[in-house]
């Protein structure tokens, strides 16, 4: 590709998502720049480069936003990639974590909170409540990482005071955690008044000077915002002293030793109320047992996830401190776009994307991560270019799904499982049990805050926080949407809409709710002429903007990891941001979708497979044929369940694997079946690990909380005996029969899937590997190392071919294993997106009528702008097109289906695929389907008027 082609606007045409660690680095990037112009990207699109926690997998730990991450190399080495990348005409897009940072001894700013407590510089970066309502005094920070009760931790010698040449720190296990500068004072005290002997005069009286300024300093727990300053510089003071005094006397030094020593002796600290007990007592944070966490936690975290805490990014001076190395990267133009992680997690949405578009400048490519309902729509107004692709995903899937089939596959899998819940139903009992399992401390918090708003008011009954935890138990549980946009005690409708939607919901769900309760947060929510009397706007508006950040994450976890592993008929439309329960795209449905993007957001991210989707693209594509055969699906799962019953074991009263396990084994084992026997060793452990995730993720039988080994052992015992290759197997020879067949179905679907992708309104994103064959599960399954070498090799094969014929594109089709077919559409059609930017950044997206005998197995539409014209012409629901094994092209598939074209569209296309050439006369308006697909089962074309 000419380099002229490229977009040096720094606008992508297409982008390909790289994820970094210590394996796959800056140099390796580089490495891959000539590939990846050769394919056709326009951005690599990095997961996150700041600097994160050693060892960190997915950056997304981030201990050190003003920094690059050490583990990727050096900051010449990005420079590097950075260069390689304009000297092609390509350009970065980074992704940014502003929403959290992990709660680790790592971070410099976190570790300064946990030795200062709420006088350290960075207490207000984090989202911490230091002061609960019924106390005058700020609390201390709760840190869940003890391994048991901090009363047994303490008892068993889990704990100790050390020194080093940074001076004293609390050890548990592999944790330094520091010690409070007042603290120390108990220290020295010990060390004055049982191992002086060996002192000096001097030294003695330096001691005691140390302990004077130790009392002098006010408490952490009291001192308000004027006095940390003058806190923070005394005891950095007194901690520079230490050292010194350690530095220069070894009777010091060993005193401290031998107080140390007693601190962690039976007889001196380890005992409640002994010298270790109390030193831990005074500090800034308090030690709890890990599964205590949830219900004690006095910060926002990620999810439910401890050691990421929230940061409070709506502080100008935090956005200026975590946004400083993006804003300078951007300034030097080192990046030319960033993609939002978690922008739902954020206070106010809106107001950050406004002050981060003031810094940015108005043509900076911006993208959040953002998981849109069936019907829900992104917030106009917001001042970035789109999503990062789900809904477009879901959207795309949903035309390959057979609404009759799907009805049937999910009576079959009510009837083997027992249960005729939907899957609104299964999400909502998902959502009720996160919120108890996982988020009961962010439920209790929520309640107090509606109690306090109660008790403002002049009302004559004011609801008990028991009470107000149900009623937001229901409601939230019940809330359509990830989250609402309330800005203060602003609603828009669509927020009206939904808040509404869950109060009824709510309601009907549970008639029992208590009036008042429910009457009260009615108003707070969607008041309808009726507004809360409160006498603090403030008060208020804080309750709705913290309700706001917690409905995302309890949907994540109630929904995402739980209901989609829970209502599995067809695995495949388990997506995130899916609803299996409207999970259809009709072809009017797609259509009406991409007419609308390209009217509102044109350069959204249209994903297919991402970092954190529950299966790859192609294993989408592989399962969706099964709602065109539910019939066929019924026959062999039922003779499969016979022919492995005898392999489950019985664990207390299940037998193991569950039938629910059973089914979405099944299901899985056809979707990622390798296509290289080679592969099989390894694909038995990804098999393995995955029904043991997705066990605990249901949370039945086994969970992450309550892991039952037994649970699991079982699982992976029944996973060896039916994939092992015995004579006395029937399943696995059955099985292959079916998933030879589903795997061609599939092949089609993805090269169905890939052709929308890269031609529909957005811009296409290729996540790692994807431009061949990837059969991958969730993470850590989806991030595992991309042979590259191997994809380099290929696409150069395919460089290497003159201008395909025929023959080539007949070779294709049969070698369709080796993913070389999916790779050269991948590249044919991003060559044709940088040599027509324009067509496909700002031309209409009008579709295609098709008629005739197959008109409902045709996708097709048009693109155009001003005299440039093309067409897209994919098949779907492929089962009942051809015999097994026989792409669908030509006269014996599409018989008299034909394509009606819009006034005005030319008479002369060309096939960017094929090569062959299409004429019409004047008077035509129809393109036969047979002659477009004549040498491939996917047709992209070409005109000009």
Not at 56 to 73: A, C, R
Not at 877 to 887: F, I, M, R, S, Y
């Amino acid at each position: 590709m000419d380099l002229d082609l490229m977009d040096l606007s720094g606008k992508p045409s297409a982008t390909y998502r790289l994820q970094f660690n210590s394996g796959f680095t800056f140099r390796d990037a580089r490495v891959l720049v000539p590939y990846l112009h050769q394919l056709g990207v326009s951005h690599v699109y990095a997961s996150p480069i700041f600097k994160a926690r050693k060892g960190s997998t997915h950056g997304y730990d981030v201990i050190d936003p003003t920094q690059l991450n050490p583990e990727l190399g050096t900051t010449s080495d990005f420079l590097e990639l950075v260069g390689a990348l304009k000297s092609r005409g390509m350009g970065l897009i980074i992704d940014i974590v502003p929403n959290h940072m992990a709660a680790s001894l790592e971070n410099p700013w976190w570790r300064d909170v946990l030795e200062n407590g709420p006088t350290s510089r960075y207490a207000s970066f984090f989202d911490i409540h230091w002061q609960e309502a019924e106390r005058t005094e700020a609390s201390p920070l709760i840190l869940p990482i003890l391994g048991r009760t901090y009363e047994d931790a303490l008892a068993s010698h889990e704990f100790s005071l050390d020194l080093d040449n940074d001076g004293f720190h609390i050890s548990y296990l592999d944790r330094q955690l520091p010690v409070e500068a007042r603290a120390h004072g108990l220290i020295f005290e010990q060390c004055l008044s049982s191992h002086s002997a060996g002192l000096s005069p001097e030294e003695t009286a330096g001691l005691r000077r140390l302990v004077s300024r130790t009392r002098r300093l006010s408490p952490w727990q009291t001192t308000g915002p004027r006095g940390s300053h003058g806190r923070r510089s005394a005891a950095s003071r007194i901690k520079e002293d230490i050292l010194v005094l350690v530095a220069s006397s070894l009777s010091v030094d060993s005193a401290f030793r031998e107080a140390a020593h007693v601190f962690n002796s039976d007889t001196g600290g380890l005992t409640t109320g002994g010298l270790l007990d109390r030193l831990l007592a005074q500090q800034p944070y308090q030690l709890t047992y890990w599964r205590d966490g949830s219900r004690t936690l006095n910060y926002r975290r990620f999810f439910d996830i401890n050691d990421l805490a929230g940061i409070r990014v709506e502080d100008p001076v935090v956005f200026e401190e975590t946004h400083s190395l993006i804003f300078e990267m951007a300034a030097q133009g080192q990046i030319s776009g960033i993609r939002i992680d978690h922008i739902d997690g954020l206070k106010h949405p809106a107001a950050y994307l406004r002050r981060l578009r003031r810094h940015l400048g108005a043509e900076f490519y911006a993208s959040v991560e953002k998981i849109l309902a069936h019907d829900e729509r992104l917030t106009e107004g917001w001042p970035i270019q789109g999503t990062t692709g789900y809904e477009f995903m879901n959207r795309t899937n949903g035309l390959f799904v057979d609404p009759g089939g799907l009805e049937k596959l999910t009576c079959h899998y009510r009837e083997v499982v027992g249960s005729e819940k939907s899957f609104h139903d299964v999400a909502y009992e998902g959502k009720k049990s996160a919120a108890r399992r996982l988020f009961p401390g962010e439920l209790n918090r929520l309640a107090k805050a509606l109690v306090k708003l109660s008790d403002d008011t002049d009302s004559v009954e004011h609801p008990t926080v028991q009470q107000f935890e149900q009623v937001l138990l229901e409601v939230t549980s019940c809330l359509p949407v990830y989250r609402t946009y309330f800005a203060g005690v602003r609603r828009t409708p669509e927020d009206l809409k939904w808040t509404r939607a869950a109060l009824g919901e709510a309601v009907r769900r549970s008639p029992d709710l208590d009036p008042p309760a429910m009457d009260f947060l009615r108003r707070v929510l969607a008041p309808n002429g009726q507004e809360v009397p409160v006498k603090s706007q403030d008060a208020l508006s804080e309750f709705v903007s913290r309700w706001q950040q917690f409905t995302g994450p309890l949907t994540a976890k109630g929904v995402e990891d739980t209901a989609l592993y829970v209502h599995t008929p067809l695995s495949s439309v388990n997506e995130v941001g899916s609803d299996p329960g409207h999970c259809l795209t009709p072809l009017e449905g797609f259509h009406g979708f991409c007419q609308e993007r390209q009217a509102s957001w044109p350069m959204s991210m249209s994903a297919t497979s991402t970092h954190d989707t529950k299966r790859s693209e192609d294993v989408r594509a592989r399962l969706n044929p099964l709602s065109e055969v539910p019939d066929l699906w019924r026959q062999h799962f039922q003779r499969w369940t016979g022919f492995n019953l005898g392999k489950k074991e019985r664990v207390q009263s299940l037998l193991v694997p569950t039938v629910r396990e059973e089914w979405l084994l099944y299901q899985t084992l056809l979707g990622v079946w390798p296509l290289n026997d080679g592969d099989l060793p390894e694909f038995k452990t990804r098999i393995k690990e995955y029904t043991v995730k997705a066990a605990r993720e249901s949370n039945t039988g086994t969970s992450w909380l309550e892991p039952d080994a037994e649970h699991e052992a079982a699982l992976h015992a029944f996973v060896d005996s039916i994939l092992s290759e015995t004579n006395d197997n029937r399943f696995l020879p059955d099985f292959l029969d079916l998933q030879r067949r589903v795997v061609f179905w599939g092949f089609l679907n993805s090269l169905s899937q890939v052709v929308l992708k890269l031609t529909a309104p957005g811009v296409p994103d290729i996540y790692q590997g994807t431009e061949t064959w990837d059969f991958s599960l969730v993470d850590p399954d989806n991030r595992r190392a991309v042979d590259f070498e191997y994809k380099k090799r290929l696409l150069a094969d395919l460089y290497a071919q003159e201008s395909p014929g025929h023959n080539t594109l007949r070779g294709l089709l049969a070698g369709w294993q080796d993913g070389l077919i999916k790779l050269f559409v991948t590249s044919k059609a991003l060559a044709f997106r940088n040599e027509h930017r324009t067509l496909f950044s700002q031309g209409s997206y009008t579709p295609i009528n098709t008629q005739g005998t197959k008109s409902e197995n045709i996708c097709a539409f048009v693109r155009q702008h001003d005299r440039d014209w093309s067409i897209t012409v994919v098949p779907r629901l492929v089962t009942e097109l051809n015999p097994d094994g026989v792409a669908p092209t030509g006269e014996d598939t599409w018989m008299d289906t034909q394509l009606r074209l819009p006034d005005g569209a030319p008479t002369e296309w060309l096939d960017v695929f094929s090569g062959a050439k299409i004429h019409l006369t004047d008077s035509e308006q129809e393109l036969r389907a047979a002659n477009v697909l004549q040498h491939l089962p996917i047709a992209l074309l070409h005109g000009e008027i």
